[in-house]
């Protein structure tokens, strides 16, 4: 069997005609989730699998869409022979609510006001996200998954389907997650959103065609990829090499790799990510918590 | 014996009459030391321990000042009958240079411009905190100390003095500190820099005497106090409780306990500690490396 491309893919969009129902007893109305599908769907519909992404991530998750260079994120492990047999299996993957990249998020136009939501969408929960992937499996009429898959984010959502649909599903593959956030894990979110709340240029989330965010959301970033990588990880990648000079330069350019390495990442992530998505996106993190119990979740390392 | 208080103390300050040259070749004209002093000196000058502050400590370690309800921040170890008995030993305690609570540092004017140093302040290493401490030590005719003293970036000071001046002292106590900083101590710190200098009332460094850079000190605040707990004892000190509330609030108002300490940490940093002192010490911490060798400092985990 040879690896191949899921190939040539385009996202696609299903614009649910009715309520979305939120944790909160809040609702979206009418919300739109962006999708791609990778293989064919049997004729039982039974070899569906959602992938279901992280904090930062799409629908694109394998292929190329049409004049890009680089595949969907996960190309990796999706594609004809791959882990997930695009030759067997029919993988789904959507982008969640609250995001930016096609479904509706805080960039999207409230049909209320026809401006964008901004700070004024309501906050959603792991839970949220599953619900409208719910409504999307529905709208491809599938009844069961064959499995759903995730990492990080992507977990606590497959997570997440085993307690609110069990019977909608076979397998879950639960990488890198837990089964609620802990206080650390909190906490890094918390500096990630006080950075951008407290960058001027986030102007209460209303800065649709304006200045952008751009330093808070760098400096969310930056956090965030510290707890990307472990200490010994970070000694074998950076140590205390210099970036681009012999010596320490006794002034506040950079000296080391490692800063260079993170304020790549914060820069790029700014072109590429909403601040208020991040915001909300994170929330939904933080609130995550299948014990539904305080009380399990003190004490307990993770 | 009685465990006892230091009982009431004066900040000192010794106004060195010469240059203070700096590892960067850069110096300090007439650079000011504040210091603290706890017990008495012996006859023949041999009794007398060096504590060493960590990044936002300073000379106050023990006793009262005048009026103040609260003792210097390591009152339980120091005074008659305590670990650090001063009934015996004659006890030190200097601000480093660099920092904002007496000795020269960003905020002291430059004796060649006539005002505040600001961002121009020469780049600071631990080896020049601990030259500036042995000019101390010297002023007070003291030629050997017993011991140094410190925790955290103290701890620094105290491995660097046993490598500087090995003759000058007798013993070293080194308290949850490192031979260098890792990838991912760096890492945090320039996090913590990037918050200051993304804030716009940091202004160049050149914001003494208008509004102060409060919003990126108390972020680079919380990030390090996030690392000052580990993910153990942030379990057992907050859980998941949630502050002042009976459920999540669906918004973005505070909701975990977490969160609340770490605004309350960011918030009171920012009334007692100067920005541009946060950018040099965390510098001087990043550069501190007694292997003075990169690749020694690679792939070994602290």
């Not at 569906?48 to 869409?65: E, N, P, R």
């Not at 890094?188 to 006080?194: I, P």
């Amino acid at each position: 069997m040879i690896q191949g491309s899921a190939g040539i893919v385009k996202t696609q969009y299903y614009h649910h005609p009715s309520l979305l129902v939120l944790e909160s007893g809040e609702s979206l109305s009418s919300p739109t989730f962006a999708f791609e599908t990778y293989g064919k769907l049997n004729h039982d519909r039974s070899n569906a699998i959602l992938v279901c992404h992280a904090l930062s991530g799409d629908a694109h998750v394998a292929g190329f869409h049409e004049c890009d260079e680089k595949p969907g994120w996960w190309d990796t492990v999706i594609g004809p022979g791959k882990a997930l047999d695009t030759d067997r299996y029919f993988v789904i993957c959507s982008n969640v609510i609250g995001g930016c990249k096609g479904s509706t998020g805080p960039s999207s136009t409230n049909p209320e006001t026809g401006k964008p939501y901004g700070a004024k969408f309501p906050v959603i929960t792991i839970q949220d996200m599953v619900n409208a992937q719910k409504l999307l499996i529905g709208h491809l009429d599938i009844s069961q998954l064959y499995a759903v898959v995730g990492g990080s984010m992507g977990g606590m959502q497959a997570l997440q389907w085993t307690v609110s649909y069990p019977d909608a599903m076979k397998k879950a593959v639960v990488i890198a997650a837990t089964g609620y956030s802990t206080p650390q894990q909190i906490a890094f979110n918390e500096v990630g959103r006080k950075a951008i709340i407290s960058d001027p240029d986030w102007n209460n989330g209303n800065y649709y065609g304006k200045a952008l965010p751009s330093h808070g959301l760098a400096l969310a970033r930056m956090v965030g990829h510290i707890t990307y990588l472990s200490n010994e990880s970070m000694h074998e990648k950076f140590g205390r090499a210099l970036q681009g000079k012999d010596r320490i330069g006794f002034d506040f350019s950079t000296d080391f790799k490692v800063e260079s390495y993170l304020h790549h990442q914060g820069d790029t992530f700014t072109k590429r990510f909403d601040a208020n998505s991040y915001l909300f996106i994170t929330k939904a993190i933080d609130y995550f918590d299948l014990t539904r119990d305080g009380s399990l979740a003190t004490g307990l390392p993770v």
